[in-house]
């Protein structure tokens, strides 16, 4: 069944489209059904990695000309459609020896070395490559792809950004199938691990199941990436009733919705997840699309989405564990980036601080905005749940998931044990980028 679902989000990123044009119009109609359930977005995201399939024929360099008064490269491509460069840029960006070095695709050239206001004295195209002679007689020479994908036109920089950071999202509700892998697979196939990783960005929520029924299984999971986070409850935790808890999670009491971690100004970006031991009764997991809650909060509540975006909340966790803590932080319930799109939850209501840094007249409003907030995400239709056996693992978001759990019967001959361990979307992206290449490398 897995592998029905994984077709569904991980092959339009093997069958790569190949335009641009395309590409903005399934965004455009992926946007209008992105708040529908799972199953009504197939094609949300589809563009994805598309603009580093552009076939080679459409990128021959037709003509090239400076334009010294603009102080622009124009490229003009047998496939009809043109670029322009800005003079400094290139210049910048010069791939030979003496400005980059090779061994690390690293600049070489230094700022106080780069005329920025240099002119270019010539230009000339054979076998598909640019060769621009500066003032000073040094050339350069780009190739014709490596110049298309760095085109400056909305459209070219939208579908690089989306190739680099996997931003499509889909949003989901109560009706999701978590996407299910198998533990093994993923371990040893790069193809598996590479659609398990795109299914985590695009869904934000994986299942692995077949892992053994013992400690040391997110560590592993987490060395096929790279390397897992260290925090104040060390590079694995155990999440089990425990007596003198230093953490709400650490009791068999109910769990409301929350993020993990707002404490830290930089929150985990994922979490692992694996069960060791259920309990007998109870102990549910439940699991709520923060991205998606925020949009809904946007349309049917914008004043309480302008608020949660804008006033910032103290949080605050102090104990000992790994060693002593003494945190405190400040955020944003909900962080949008530069373009207004929604990129973090940072919500536990736990580890939400007395202290609230806001003028008198602002709590009752941010009280009032964070509770429709937590309702959207509280009704049935929103909430997936499942339930977790021994061996089974979870992945997740924890910068756009909010995850909950029902309280369950501790008994002392079945203790509950969940082994968990973050990493941070900067590593999980790394591989997921290099896996890509190797997968199409081989295939
Ligand atoms: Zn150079």
Known sequence: MWRSTFARLALPFL????????????RASARQGQAAGLTSVPLHGQQTLGSASLP?????????????????????????????????????NCQCPMCTLQSAQARKLLMSDLDVHTGVEDVEVTNDKVTIVWPDQHSSVFDAEWLKKRCFSPAARQAMQEEYFLNE???????????????????????????????????GIVYLRGASAEQGQVARLAERIGYLRLTFYGHTWQVQDKCMANNVAYTSGRLSHHTDYPALHFAPGVQFLHCINQ????GESEVVDGFHMA????????????????????FTDTGTDYCDFMLQSKKCII??????????????NATRDSVLDLPLHQVQPFYRALKAYVDLMSRPENVVTYRMEPGDLVTFD???????????????????????????????MSRLRILRTSVHENT
């Open 15 to 26: 069958e790569r489209k190949t335009s641009a044009v395309a590409c903005q119009a399934l």
């Open 56 to 92: 080679v024929a459409s990128q021959s360099v037709r003509h090239a000309q400076a334009l010294d008064e603009e102080r622009l490269l124009e490229v003009k491509w047998v496939d009809g459609g043109h670029s322009l460069y800005p003079f400094t840029w290139l210049r910048d």
């Open 169 to 203: 999202r889909y949003y989901w509700d109560s009706n999701l199938h978590i996407p299910t892998a198998d533990y093994q697979e993923v371990l040893h196939d790069d193809k598996a691990a590479l659609s398990w990783l795109l299914a985590l960005r695009r869904v």
């Open 279 to 282: 309990a007998v009764e109870g």
């Open 295 to 314: 949009e809904l909060l946007q349309r049917e509540d914008p004043e309480a989405f302008q608020i949660l975006t804008s006033l910032h909340v103290d």
């Open 335 to 348: 962080d949008v980036d530069n373009k207004s799109r929604v990129v973090r939850i940072n919500y536990n």
């Open 398 to 428: 924890n910068w756009r998931l909010l995850h909950g759990r029902r309280s369950y019967v501790s008994r002392p001959d079945r203790l509950r044990h969940l082994e968990g361990a973050y990493l941070d979307w900067d590593e999980v």
